[in-house]
């Protein structure tokens, strides 16, 4: 089965500036790839998400890249703000996510003011 | 989002007790899934469910089962409940209808703790 490695755990970066998180893949079939951000005690909330016959994808502040051959896609989040503040997860899949997602362990991202 | 709910919010039982947790949707959902999230673990597949008649395995399905009673409602049940299923679940739906690529919609969870 596909397996999701999440780096790193935990990110603090001054507002203002960027934060990037990485995840790397096991599954070559695997097509699809969001990201989702959990709130403290909130449900978790999908903020953008890559299809495997795209590159790059960008809304806003949030971008996010795929690179297939090396099975690895990033999370990039510019001009960071304090309600930036949650744990990202990243997810892979095969079949567009019928059969359920493969999650990252999350990324514990804190903005300092 | 109000449109997938989730009973009970918050539950505690002892162990060996059978406990049901159940899901409801109004977003004419044909897809449903039930994960569990444990701190530093992320979210992990239990069972996921295309219709009431089609019930599929995930990740980490032993010691759970499901019910899918309707399109709009699908149960978790720990038929007797240990302290190592002490966690936060989530259901999920996602459309179907031919789309190839589906956003899942996740309720608001249940924090399960097993005495």
């Known amino acids: 089965g596909e397996n999701v490695e999440q780096h790193p755990s935990t990110l603090s970066v001054q507002e203002g500036d960027s934060a990037v998180i990485k995840c790397t893949y096991s599954?070559?079939?695997?097509?699809?790839f969001p990201w989702y951000k959990q709130e403290l005690g909130k449900r978790p909330q999908l903020i953008i998400d890559?299809?495997?016959?795209?590159g790059e994808k960008k809304d806003q502040r949030i971008a996010v890249t795929l690179n297939k051959t090396a099975k690895h896609f990033s999370l990039h989040i510019t001009e960071t703000q304090p309600e930036d503040s949650a744990v990202y997860f990243c997810a892979a899949t095969a079949g567009g996510g019928a059969d359920g997602l493969t999650f990252g362990k999350g990324t514990h991202l804190i903005i300092q003011p | 989002d109000a449109d997938v709910t989730q009973t009970p919010r918050n539950r505690i039982t002892k162990t060996g007790k059978r406990i049901m947790l159940e899901c409801s949707q109004t977003k004419g959902h044909d897809r449903m899934y039930w994960y569990r999230q444990d701190p530093g673990l992320g979210l992990r597949l239990i069972y996921y469910?295309?219709?009431?008649?089609?019930?599929n395995k995930g990740e980490i399905s032993d010691g759970y089962s499901v019910s899918r009673q309707a399109q709009a409602k699908f149960s978790l049940s720990l038929e007797s409940a240990i302290p190592n299923q002490t966690a936060l679940y989530f259901c999920a739906t996602t459309g179907g209808g031919g789309a190839r690529y589906n956003e899942q919609f996740f309720g608001p969870g249940t924090r399960l703790t097993v005495l």
């Open positions: 469910s295309f219709d009431v008649k089609d019930i």
């Open positions: 890559i299809r495997s016959n795209v």
């Open positions: 599954d070559s079939a695997s097509n699809y």
